[in-house]
C-alpha cells in the first residue's frame, strides 16, 4: 500500500487529493497548517499532521512523523491578486515564501529517501496562469512560473535515480477559497488603485462570469493520472479552462 504526503489539505485542492487517494486505497498524510480532523474522514489510513512549508522545522517534523512516502503533492499556496505597483514587497515575499520556497524546501527534504530508495514522484501544484498572459496576478504568476521552472530542471536531475517531477496547473475554481484569501478583507476596488481601476473592473468582473471553470475533483483526478503516469510528460493542465488555455499556447 503506498502512502501519499499532500501539504495544505485543510481545503479545496489538497482536502479534494486526500479524499480521492484515500478512497483508492492509499495511505494518506494529510498536512495543514493548524491541524483540523473534522474535515477529514477518520481512517487508521489517513492522518492529519502538522506542516507550515515556511519553517524548516515544521517540514523535518513532518517528515519524521510521516514515515516512508511515496509520492509528495507540493499544494500548499498562498493567493495574490491586484496591480503590482499597489502590492507591497511584504506582500511578495509572503507569496513566495510559500509558493516558491515551501516548495522548494519541502521537496529537498524528501529527495533523499526517494533518492535511496529508487523511486518516487513530486507532484508541484501550480496554476493556469503560467500558461497565458493574465493582468492582476503578477506576483502570484511569477511564484508560479518559478516552480514551472524548477520542476523542469528537478526532473532531469531526479530521472537518473528513477525519480519523478511533474507539476499540475489547476484552472480558475470559484468554489475554492482563493478569491477571498486574496482578497484578505479587501473589495476588489481597494487592490486596484487609480488610474488602473477603469480597466480592472472590467477583468475583475469578466472572470467571476467565466462558464468553463476548474472543479476541486478536475484537479484531484489530474494528480492522480500524472502520478500515475509513465509516458515522461512533464505538465498536466487540470479543468477544461486550464486545458483551453494549453491548447492555445
Excluded at 517534523?61 to 512516502?69: H, M, W
Excluded at 462570469?209 to 509516458?231: C, F
Aim: a negative charge.
Amino acid at each position: 500500500m503506498k502512502t501519499i504526503l499532500i501539504t495544505g489539505t485543510s481545503s479545496g485542492y489538497g482536502q479534494e487529493t486526500a479524499l480521492h487517494f484515500h478512497a483508492q486505497g492509499w495511505n494518506v498524510i494529510a498536512t495543514m497548517r493548524t491541524p483540523r480532523t473534522d474535515i477529514l474522514p477518520e481512517s487508521d489510513r489517513l492522518r492529519v499532521v502538522p506542516l507550515d512549508v515556511t519553517e524548516p522545522e515544521s517540514i523535518t517534523a513532518a517528515l519524521d512523523i510521516a514515515g516512508p512516502v511515496d509520492v509528495l503533492v507540493n499544494n500548499a499556496g498562498v493567493p495574490s491578486i491586484g496591480v503590482f505597483e499597489g502590492t507591497p514587497m511584504s506582500k511578495v515575499r509572503e507569496v513566495f515564501e510559500t509558493n516558491t520556497f515551501g516548495v522548494m524546501a519541502t521537496t529537498q527534504a524528501v529527495l533523499p529517501q526517494f533518492r535511496e530508495r529508487g523511486s518516487g514522484v513530486v507532484i508541484n501544484v501550480t496554476s493556469s496562469v503560467v500558461l497565458g498572459h493574465m493582468p492582476l496576478t503578477a506576483v502570484y504568476k511569477a511564484s508560479k512560473m518559478a516552480i514551472e521552472g524548477f520542476t523542469a530542471s528537478l526532473a532531469l536531475e531526479l530521472a537518473p535515480f528513477g525519480v519523478q517531477a511533474k507539476t499540475v496547473e489547476p484552472g480558475a475554481c470559484l468554489t475554492t477559497n482563493f478569491g477571498a484569501r486574496a482578497l484578505n478583507g479587501n473589495s476588489p476596488d481597494e487592490l486596484v488603485p487609480d488610474p488602473y481601476a477603469p480597466w480592472a473592473k472590467e477583468i475583475l468582473d469578466s472572470f467571476m462570469g467565466q462558464e468553463m471553470l476548474t472543479k476541486e475533483s478536475d484537479v484531484a483526478e489530474t494528480i492522480w493520472r500524472a502520478v500515475h503516469d509513465t509516458t515522461g510528460q512533464l505538465r498536466f493542465p487540470a479543468g477544461p479552462d486550464a486545458v483551453l488555455l494549453d491548447q492555445a499556447k
